[in-house]
């Protein structure tokens, strides 16, 4: 991993550990992080993070739109193009798939 990189795992407390997900953070964190995971949630201060009640998950509106696994055949070239490319290949594949249909639909 590159100089002044960290890896970040974030984990829900619902969710099992082979659903870990990792993000790359490229700037270097500020953050005490081992002060911060010794701390029990009650210690953390989060006067400054409004409750999120009721209305908020009533009113609350997903927009992402919904993926769809696939099985697509690309030609040999392609996918290494893509892949070579680092993480999120098929974000990218998918943003220029879009843009596609896009252009191809009626103004």
């Known amino acids: 991993m590159p100089n002044g990189m ?11 550990p082979q659903n870990m997900k ?3 953070m490229k700037k270097e964190s500020k ?5 911060l995971s ?5 210690q953390i201060n989060t006067d400054d993070i409004d409750e999120l ?6 009113d609350a509106q997903l927009k992402a739109p919904l993926k769809q696994p696939v099985t697509l055949r690309i030609d040999a070239d392609v996918l290494p193009f893509f892949t070579s490319q680092g993480q999120g290949y098929q974000t990218r594949i998918n943003k220029l798939l879009r843009k596609y249909m896009d252009a191809q639909q009626p103004h």
Not at 31 to 35: G, I, V
Not at 38 to 42: I, L, N, P, R, T
Not at 53 to 58: G, L, S, T
Request: hydrophobic share 50%; glycine share 0%.
């Open 22 to 24: 990792c993000i790359v």
């Open 31 to 35: 953050t005490d992080w081992k002060r």
């Open 6 to 16: 960290m890896m970040l795992f974030v984990l829900s407390r619902l969710e099992k």
């Open 38 to 42: 010794a701390m029990d949630d009650e």
């Open 53 to 58: 009640d009721d209305a908020f998950f009533r």
